[in-house]
Every structure is written in C-alpha cells, then in structure tokens.
C-alpha cells in the first residue's frame, strides 16, 4: 500500500477520533456548537446514546490504524478495505437519514480511498 493512500487511512482514522471525543467527552459542550440544528434542550438527554456513537467511531478508528500497522500486504490491504466500506456504509446511511453532509464529510473520503485501493 502506497504512503498516500495510508496517509488517508490515517487521516480517515483521525476523523473519527475527533468523532469519538466529540461524542463521548464534549457533546454537551462542543457538540452543541457543532450540532447546530438540534435544539439545545436535547444534548444533556442524549450525552449517553451520543457516547455510545462515539465508542463506535473509535472502533473504527481503532481497525483503520490497526490496518497500517500489518506488515502482511494482503491482511493489511484486506482489514483497511473492511473498516473503510464500515466507514463509508456509515456516510451512506447518516447522509441518507439524518443529513447530506454527513456522507460527505464521512463517505466520500472512505470510498475514494476504497477506490484507490482497489484499482492503484
């Protein structure tokens, strides 16, 4: 795998480390300037379903790092393929239900890196 293309992997992994410690540690404070359309009212009751969004996020945060670090270039290449199509099925879905930004912010660099992968 090409030095490019694991610096996306990194640079998707690190995305969703910003997702996990907005979710789990600031979504009563932060999230509240990030998540501008939901009413305020709403964060200090939902802090523990976003938390657990956020353990999700570093999971796959944990499986795209992880795949860097395998030296077997099969192995590697087929791990970092799976937790980016969980990356981009989880754009696809949160662009589709709950807002278009989040396919592009989330789904279009998994699929592009996906891409990239497959065909370079």
Same mark, same amino acid.
């Given at each position: ?28 404070? =932060?999230? =509240? ?42 192995? =590697? ?16 879905? @949160? @662009? ?25």
């Amino acid at each position: 795998m090409s030095i490019f293309i694991t610096a996306l992997i990194v640079a998707i992994a690190l995305m969703h480390l910003y997702f996990l410690w907005l979710e789990m540690f600031a979504w009563t404070s =932060r999230g =509240r300037k990030v998540f501008k359309s939901l009413p305020q009212e709403l964060f200090e009751p939902t802090k523990t379903l976003a938390a657990n969004q956020g353990l999700y996020n570093g999971f796959l945060a944990a499986g795209l790092l992880w795949s860097t670090f395998i030296s077997d270039p099969p192995w =590697r290449t087929n791990i970092a393929l799976f937790f980016l199509a969980c990356v981009a099925i989880a754009g696809i879905y @949160g @662009g589709i239900s709950a807002d278009k930004k989040i396919f592009f912010v989330q789904g279009i660099p998994a699929l592009i890196t996906i891409l990239l992968i497959l065909f370079l």
